[in-house]
């Protein structure tokens, strides 16, 4: 058995904790506010600011953990190198949870160093400087905070006078302490997957079928799998996968961001964990989900392949007001829907557009993805969150 320390208990940390604990694994839950998802089912709870180095390492010193396992991008992760020398292993590694908590490291690395296909981009610092950098790309383009999750703070820009909208947005939206923003120009893409991507200690790098998904306000609304695709665009985002994750080192699950154009590929965005996308695996789409990916890999157990079983999709469950204690309605008739399931979350707390939950559909491989993506989405349209 190993010592675990979650850096980040939201609901990915959650079906995480579930995977390890079934592979007999102690689990300490870490966030800044107390009965977050993950520790709910973890052994252990911790509450702290994770933006504090000192109080990461006052954890780190008091619990001895085997593994430190990023979920959030919020974290020192400076701190990991020194964990890392210290002998603890850093998930998946201290130098990718470093550079993929920050779209400047990550980007420069996929396009500079490596040389892989991205969109036009450029940084800013201030509202001068964004307006500068706008009017150099071109209008339309793409506004995101160097640092946050689940699309946070990214708008569109089309007009001159979105600009200091976006720039206030993105700053609303960014985690942690980072005032910088990261400009991209706008690509005719036809659309946009996220290639799961597993990396072994001891075992050749797979690739789970691919995902689509649809955003709303920059946010996960919807995903599917598989993503109908050319064999030859897909190969190509494998490639570049492979490449940039070999670049990054260490083992685990990637959730890897493309723009999928008629006949071109390119690199989007990276994260060193389970990905929201992936939830659509949690309808049993594979032999194995993400979060399984997950914790085999990081422990350094086996797997030999990855195979698709269903065709699957996943639709969020949303709350619309601030409260605590949320209840919900409609779960029954949700579920009656057939090949069908739903997972709540279990957060304490809601606001506008918080995912609260989320809706599964499967069907037999063959089956149109339109159809299961239908019927998640009436599932999750059923389930409705109040606030007591």
């Not at 990915?12 to 966030?31: C, F, P, T």
């Not at 000192?54 to 701190?79: F, G, M, N, W």
């Not at 201290?94 to 779209?103: G, H, L, Q, S, V």
């Not at 200690?201 to 996960?220: A, M, S, V």
Request: hydrophobic residues 40%; aromatic residues 6%.
């Amino acid at each position: 058995m190993k010592k675990i320390l979650l850096l980040g208990s939201g609901e990915l940390g959650k079906e995480l904790v579930i995977s390890l604990q079934r592979l007999g694994q102690h689990v300490i839950a870490v966030d800044n506010y107390d009965n977050a998802p993950a520790m709910q089912v973890a052994d252990e709870r911790e509450v702290i600011s994770m933006l504090d180095g000192a109080e990461l390492d006052r954890l780190v010193a008091k619990h001895q953990p085997d593994l430190v396992v990023p979920e959030v991008e919020s974290i020192r992760t400076e701190r990991f190198y020194d964990y890392e020398k210290d002998g603890i292993q850093v998930v998946p590694s201290a130098k990718a949870a470093n550079f993929t908590m920050n779209r400047r490291a990550i980007r420069d690395l996929a396009a500079a160093e490596l040389g892989l296909k991205t969109a036009k981009y450029a940084y800013a610092t201030s509202l001068e400087e964004l307006e500068a950098v706008v009017a150099d790309i071109g209008i339309p383009c793409v506004v995101k905070p160097l640092m946050s999750s689940s699309g946070k703070g990214q708008s569109y820009v089309k007009t001159p006078e979105d600009v200091a909208k976006a720039w206030q947005y993105a700053l609303d939206g960014s985690r942690g302490d980072l005032v910088e923003v990261i400009i991209e120009e706008f690509i005719d893409f036809q659309f946009e997957i996220t290639l799961l991507t597993v990396t072994q200690h001891n075992g050749k790098t797979l690739f789970c079928p691919p995902i689509g998904h649809r955003q709303e306000r920059g946010d996960y609304q919807e995903s599917w799998q598989p993503m109908p695709m050319k064999p030859e665009l897909l190969a190509e985002a494998q490639r570049m996968a492979d490449e940039v994750t070999k670049a990054l080192g260490g083992a685990g699950i990637w959730g890897v961001e493309f723009f999928i154009g008629e006949n071109e590929v390119w690199f989007s965005e990276l994260s060193p964990r389970p990905h929201d996308t992936g939830m659509v695996t949690l309808a049993n789409t594979q032999n194995l989900n993400q979060f399984e990916l997950h914790a085999r890999t990081i422990l350094g157990l086996p797997i030999t392949d990855i195979t698709q079983l269903k065709v699957g999709a996943s639709a969020v469950i949303l709350a619309h007001e601030d409260g605590k204690n949320p209840k919900f309605s409609g779960v029954e008739s949700a579920l009656a829907e057939p090949k069908t399931d739903i997972r709540m979350f279990g957060k304490p707390t809601t606001r506008p557009y918080r995912r609260m939950g989320v809706a599964v559909a499967f069907d037999e491989l063959g089956t149109d993805t339109q159809v299961v993506r239908d019927r998640a989405g009436e599932a999750a349209a059923k389930v409705q969150v109040r606030p007591s």
